[in-house]
């Protein structure tokens, strides 16, 4: 069975940052195109970031330049570094591949908000 399990969410004023981790079990992550995305409350589920298997990052115009993905193959982990947080990137986040299957972990919850 293939699970992500999702970690590092929490409450942070705006202008703070957070690290997201997506653990990866049942299968090696290293071979697959993988992405963050996150569902913001009374909204459709949307694309964040993505990660090819050699290490080509691809963002959201919402997020550019203040999110940074990242995988370490040898942990089979994606990781999701979120900078000068915005109140409006308040939501739950979740990993997957890229395109997404249709197999959704927990995710996280990430709250911003003074």
């Known amino acids: 069975q293939v699970q992500f399990v999702e970690s590092g969410g929490g409450l942070v004023q705006p202008g703070g940052s957070l690290r997201l981790s997506c653990a990866a079990s049942g299968i090696a992550a290293s071979i697959f195109r993988m992405a963050w995305y996150r569902q913001a409350p009374e909204k459709q589920r949307e694309y964040v970031a993505d990660i090819t298997i050699i290490g080509r990052a691809g963002y959201a115009d919402s997020v550019k330049g203040r999110f940074t993905i990242s995988r370490d193959n040898a942990k089979n982990t994606v990781y999701l570094q979120m900078n000068s947080l915005k109140p409006e990137d308040t939501g739950v986040y979740y990993c997957?591949?890229?395109?997404?299957?249709?197999?959704w972990g927990q995710g996280t919850q990430v709250t911003v908000s003074s």
């Open positions: 997957n591949y890229y395109p997404n299957s249709d197999r």
